[in-house]
Structure formats: C-alpha cells, structure tokens
C-alpha cells in the first residue's frame, strides 16, 4: 500500500531526510518516531505529495507520491490544524467533501458518522469557539471525508487531554480494523506502543531502528532483574571489582533496598553477598524495557556523527559523537499544510 524507497530531502545543503526505505500493508497501523527534527514531518509531507522528494520515491495506493491522483487515496492531518473559524463543523466538512466532488447525500452520511464516531457536540457553534480537542476532531473527521484508503496523520494526539487522546487512540485503532492504512507520527511513544502494529525510529533524518514495538524492544532492549533484600547488598565487603559493576548500589525502598542488575548471574550473586551478610532475598522482579526506554538508549545519546547513524543493529548504540543537537535551520517556508490539500 506504501511504498518508500530511497527518500532524501534536502533543503539547502541541509539533509532533512536520508535514504529512507521501508513500507506500510494494507490496513496496518505504522508509526513514525524520533525526536524534534528527526525528519517525521518531512517524511509525511513527502507521503502525502505536499512537499516533493529531492530523490527516492514514495508510492501510495499505487501511484506516485506526487501524482495528484493520489490525493483521492489519502487523508492528511497536519501537525497544526488550523479550520475556518467561522464555519461550523458540519458546514466546514461539507465544504471540503465538495472539493472531493463527494456527492452531497453520501457526505452528509459519511460526515454524520464521523462526527458521531468522534462524539462531537456543538457541531453548529463555529469553529472559533469550540476546544482545542474538539478542533482536532474537526479535522480527522475532515481527512475522512473523501473515505481515502490511507491516512497520515501527524501528531493526532498532541496536546490534547486525556480522554480526548484516548478516543483519538481508539479511532486510530477501528480505523485499522475498518482496513484502512494508518501511517502516523507521535512523540508520545506510550501512544505508539498502544496503537502500532510496526513502528520506525528517526534520528537526525535517518531510520535508527524499525520492527515490531516486542521486537525493537527485545533487539535494542534489556530485561533489568530488580532484586530487593532486607539488608543492603554491601559491595566491598568480600566482593569483588566485577560485583561492583554488576551490582551497582542499591536504593532504600521502605524497609527493602532495591537493587537493578543485568542479568540472573548477577542476582545470584546479590542473594550471596546478602546471605553473607546475614540477610536474604525477599523478592525478585523483572522488568522489560518500554519503547521509551529503547527510544532513549537508541536516540537520546549522541549519534556517530552528524549523519552517519547508519540503522542500528543494536551494535552501535554506544558510539559517542561530538556532534550533537544543532540540526541546522528551521525555516519551514516550503508546503506548509494549507486549508484545502
Ligand atoms: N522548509 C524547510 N526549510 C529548511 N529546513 C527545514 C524545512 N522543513 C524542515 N526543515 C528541517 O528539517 C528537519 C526535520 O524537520 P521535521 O519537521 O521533518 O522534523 P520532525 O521530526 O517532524 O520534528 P518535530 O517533532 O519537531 O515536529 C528540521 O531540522 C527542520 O528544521
């Protein structure tokens, strides 16, 4: 259904986005990850033709990326979306199903349903007026309105509250189960794991790390074995160096003390120090990394070099570099998302 193969851009001598390959199936929910200016925006805005690609291309529902047949097949939700303030909400849908030519007896239905999907009230108080969340919703609905295949949807939770995230969450998830294909990004990472069938991680322009959340998480992830004791784990006292590091210190926690370690080696030998030292193991708890925990190992260290984080295997996830945050200019003068694309 999506089809990306090769995609850079360039703005200037600037690489915003490089190399980038992977694909989305049909009716699969796919999410774009990575810190502020990894690229993700580009990357959606190249998918749904508003921006071209300096190289590579991008296929969806068949045709070019920048054919404009393919709008018909695609749904976009920009980052920002800004709506007429002084239309209601069904009359702003309406207005942007008759730019798709969608008859006006199966607008009126297919608006209704979204509208009522997404339980939004006040559909005839204007735009102007109405929250922040409600807003948001306006504008998913407005991504349906030409019943596209495929939808990109660019940060379609931020900075909503709560319960608004989780019913955008949960319209992403029956949108999957309806067979339509869902391409979004998020900075949220809870919000991918929840959602996403395969994910990508973006740094500095390139793919870093892609799979399944359970498989990214147990490639680039390590189980971590808290152990609490009744008496702290006293490294020094008949320990050695290799216990020392192993071991580590250990947290007061109540009337425990807590200590993480790597591995069940290392727990065998807390439960010796400890039984040394008269006391005893009385609990022991794993803990899997969440995608937040890889995000941070994977990205939120320097990467080798400005752009040289070729996608990790999990092998590289220690390279230092002296190169770091500055990501070049932040001028985004070129297709910014208008009403009416
Ligand atoms: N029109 C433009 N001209 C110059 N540089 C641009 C332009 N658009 C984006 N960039 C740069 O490209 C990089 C990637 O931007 P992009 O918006 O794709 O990142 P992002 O991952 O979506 O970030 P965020 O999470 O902050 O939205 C950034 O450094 C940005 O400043």
């Known amino acids: 259904?999506?089809?990306?193969?090769?995609?850079?851009?360039?703005?200037?001598?600037?690489?915003?986005?490089?190399?980038?390959?992977?694909?989305?199936?049909?009716?699969?929910?796919?999410?774009?990850?990575?810190?502020?200016?990894?690229?993700?925006?580009?990357?959606?805005?190249?998918?749904?033709?508003?921006?071209?690609?300096?190289?590579?291309?991008?296929?969806?529902?068949?045709?070019?990326?920048?054919?404009?047949?393919?709008?018909?097949?695609?749904?976009?939700?920009?980052?920002?979306?800004?709506?007429?303030?002084?239309?209601?909400?069904?009359?702003?849908?309406?207005?942007?199903?008759?730019?798709?030519?969608?008859?006006?007896?199966?607008?009126?239905?297919?608006?209704?349903?979204?509208?009522?999907?997404?339980?939004?009230?006040?559909?005839?108080?204007?735009?102007?007026?109405?929250?922040?969340?409600?807003?948001?919703?306006?504008?998913?609905?407005?991504?349906?309105?030409?019943?596209?295949?495929?939808?990109?949807?660019?940060?379609?939770?931020?900075?909503?509250d709560p319960v608004t995230t989780n019913s955008v969450l949960e319209f992403t998830r029956e949108l999957r189960e309806a067979g339509k294909t869902v391409v979004f990004s998020a900075h949220n990472l809870y919000h991918v794991e929840s959602v996403c069938d395969r994910v990508v991680i973006m740094n500095e322009g390139r793919i870093v790390a892609r799979g399944t959340v359970d498989g990214i998480r147990e490639r680039h992830g390590e189980t971590t074995y808290h152990v609490y004791t009744d008496v702290p784990p006293e490294v020094g006292s008949g320990a050695t160096a290799v216990d020392a590091n192993a071991i580590g210190d250990a947290e007061e926690v109540g009337d425990r003390y807590r200590t993480v370690v790597p591995s069940m080696d290392a727990v065998e030998r807390v439960r010796e120090i400890v039984s040394d030292a008269g006391g005893t193991v009385v609990d022991i708890r794993t803990r899997e990394p969440s995608l937040e925990d890889v995000f941070l190992d994977i990205v939120g260290r320097p990467m080798p070099g400005r752009r040289g984080g070729a996608e990790s295997d999990g092998a590289d996830r220690d390279a230092a570099s002296p190169e770091g945050g500055d990501r070049g200019p932040d001028d985004r003068t070129e297709a910014a998302p208008s009403e009416g694309t």
């Open 1 to 160: 259904m999506i089809e990306v193969a090769g995609l850079e851009k360039t703005y200037g001598g600037f690489s915003a986005v490089v190399d980038s390959t992977f694909s989305v199936e049909d009716g699969e929910v796919f999410g774009i990850v990575g810190p502020n200016g990894a690229g993700k925006t580009t990357t959606l805005k190249m998918l749904s033709g508003l921006i071209e690609p300096t190289s590579g291309e991008a296929r969806v529902a068949g045709y070019d990326s920048t054919e404009s047949a393919m709008r018909h097949h695609l749904g976009f939700l920009p980052e920002e979306s800004p709506l007429y303030e002084e239309m209601t909400a069904t009359s702003y849908l309406q207005f942007f199903a008759d730019l798709y030519e969608v008859p006006r007896s199966v607008a009126d239905e297919r608006i209704e349903r979204a509208l009522d999907r997404l339980d939004l009230d006040h559909r005839d108080r204007r735009l102007g007026d109405v929250s922040k969340g409600m807003k948001r919703k306006v504008a998913i609905a407005r991504s349906l309105v030409n019943d596209p295949d495929v939808l990109v949807y660019d940060e379609p939770a931020s900075g909503l």
